[in-house]
């Protein structure tokens, strides 16, 4: 735990007692401050109640007593409407924070050359962040992972010189966090998404931009090009006299890290210098796996990794629970977890890394369906259609690829494995990706990729995947 000391002797109130809302709690406790939590769901007032902090209802209290509100992520700060805490706070004159914003100011009092890399994009930020905490942890650093991966930042080690906290995080944290700092901050991408809750995508691209703005003096932003927000991004960082790192996958640089499927490399004055191999490394198979790793591999060599440190850790990476996990064989067969794959976005990224596919697919249907996928039903041999959604997709491809509605993953895994091992194919790949949400026959997509992964593994003949 990182105890908060920044706030020692003051009442500082907390809303949203989740994760990091409790964790949040603690910390605070742990460096001297007074804390009032609070909470919509009753059940968690209960369990902060449980856990001897002060509980209470911040609508009948008098907020000038506050130094502070710390926020949960998941709770609106600006769009569709601040939330009734955010308007209280700003009514009393108190400044609305987060957690990581509580980590910055620690690191700040305490540790500043400790190093700090942030991670924020659209697409791909959790296997980027785990990628660099398993380079960095492979490369011999005291390493310490978390904020939107999973673990609360606050939970974490405390900085310290030589530490290197890896640490993803949403817009919704970014937007949290005013004195956010890192040594290495990196922004992948910027597509539309949580509209929601930014109101234009522009504001939503600008808060991204204030994780890479805030690097460091003598630090490095590193930022994904190959999309107009970023380009802009890197220019006006550039412009304003911060070091940037470009990285793509699209198109060549005159200074920056380009990958494709088999290598990255460094562009700088009209020469190449490759840097790592990507080839045959299962857990990072794909364009999007490329970029996540060009990024990982800029952030690494920015503290320091040797280039053949860098290689093995590259090599040695698991990937990823639920993205493109690689479950197990049976022959030539492979099957393949991608249940992260919740729309047909993400899915997309799965049916371009593979050839020969036997597609479990379907679950509660999201907004659009697969009709964007069509550019990838030639590499799809057939498809397994599960949950709500398998009148509406069976529907997208009928005369285009051949289905059977399997309802269910018990029916669909035993189903895809049979017509994969008698395909004749070099190389089929049983893939989940459902394009899907799980809500309809699981709690979660965690949920629905450990049923597939047993599932596989309990199939006769199945190899592990190590």
Not at 99 to 128: M, Q, W, Y
Not at 168 to 176: A, F, G, K, R, V
Request: charged letters at 20%.
């Amino acid at each position: 735990m990182i105890p908060v000391t920044s706030f020692a002797g003051q009442s500082v109130a907390v809303f949203g007692l989740g994760g990091s809302g409790l964790a949040s709690c603690h910390a605070l406790r742990a460096g001297g401050a007074e804390v009032i939590a609070c909470d919509d769901n009753l059940d968690r007032m209960v369990e902060a109640t449980q856990a001897n902090f002060i509980t209470a209802d911040l609508r009948n209290l008098p907020w000038m007593n506050f130094a502070a509100l710390v926020l949960t992520p998941g709770v609106p700060l600006t769009h569709p409407a601040p939330h009734w805490s955010v308007l209280k706070a700003q009514e009393a004159g108190v400044e609305v924070i987060g957690d990581v914003e509580l980590f910055c100011r620690e690191r700040k009092l305490h540790a500043p050359d400790a190093p700090f890399i942030a991670i924020t994009g659209t697409n791909g930020k959790s296997t980027t962040t785990a990628l660099i905490a398993h380079l960095m942890r492979e490369a011999g650093f005291d390493t310490q992972m978390g904020g939107n991966i999973g673990t609360a930042i606050l939970s974490l080690e405390p900085p310290r010189a030589g530490r290197v906290h890896v640490i993803e995080m949403s817009s919704y944290q970014i937007d949290l966090t005013p004195s956010l700092d890192p040594t290495v901050g990196i922004l992948l991408n910027v597509t539309e998404d949580h509209i929601d809750r930014h109101g234009t995508i522009e504001h939503y691209a600008a808060v991204k931009e204030r994780l890479v703005a805030g690097v460091q003096d003598g630090g490095t932003a590193i930022i994904g090009v190959d999309d107009q927000f970023g380009r802009d991004i890197a220019d006006r960082l550039e412009r304003a006299g911060k070091r940037v790192m470009r990285i793509s996958v699209k198109q060549p640089l005159a200074d920056g890290l380009v990958a494709d499927r088999e290598a990255i490399s460094h562009l700088s004055a009209g020469a190449s210098h490759e840097i790592a191999r990507l080839g045959g490394i299962g857990s990072l198979r794909g364009l999007h796996n490329a970029q996540n790793a060009a990024a990982a591999a800029g952030a690494a060599l920015s503290l320091g990794v040797a280039p053949d440190a860098l290689q093995k850790g590259l090599r040695s990476f698991p990937g990823l629970a639920h993205r493109m996990e690689q479950v197990g064989r049976k022959d030539t067969t492979l099957f393949v977890n991608d249940s992260k794959g919740t729309n047909a976005d993400a899915t997309a990224k799965a049916l371009a890394s593979f050839g020969d596919i036997f597609w479990i697919a379907g679950g509660k249907p999201k907004t659009g369906g697969i009709e964007s996928l069509a550019e990838y039903f030639p590499r799809i041999r057939k498809a397994y259609l599960i949950g709500e959604a398998a009148a509406e997709f069976s529907a997208t491809l009928e005369g285009r690829v051949p289905y059977e509605i399997s309802r269910t993953l018990d029916n669909a895994v035993p189903a895809a494995a049979r017509d994969a091992a008698i395909s004749g194919l070099a190389d089929p790949v049983v893939l989940l990706s459902p394009a899907c949400a799980s809500f309809d026959q699981f709690r979660n997509f965690e949920i629905r990729g450990t049923k597939f992964r047993d599932l596989v593994l309990g199939l006769d003949g199945v190899t592990p995947v190590v």
